[in-house]
């Protein structure tokens, strides 16, 4: 289906994206062990878009489109905000 080249590229780039979602995760249960709440989505955003310029993280987020980074964030977020309702109403 897909050459070689382009398997390597679209499975580096998955792997990319796992280690921001995995970020994502860890930060929001490191949020909700200080505070007991859920890291709000905007915030989550915003230190995604400031990772981006640390040398660190500067080849993770190097060829990944911004527009998709922030979907991963906003996913987490809804999968968080369902899981604590959910809690709430003892589901």
Not at 64 to 74: I, R, W
Request: glycine share 4%; charged share 30%.
């Amino acid at each position: 289906m897909y050459s070689k080249a382009k398997d390597g590229y679209l499975d580096n780039q998955i792997d990319r994206f796992g280690i921001v979602y995995n970020h994502c995760i860890a930060l929001h249960r490191r949020y909700y062990k200080l505070t007991g709440k859920k890291i709000p989505c905007y915030t989550l955003i915003l230190h995604l878009t400031r990772l981006k310029h640390r040398i660190k993280w500067r080849d993770i987020f190097r060829d990944l489109p911004s527009q998709a980074v922030q979907d991963v964030a906003e996913r987490i977020d809804r999968s968080y905000r369902l899981f604590f309702s959910n809690r709430k109403r003892n589901v």
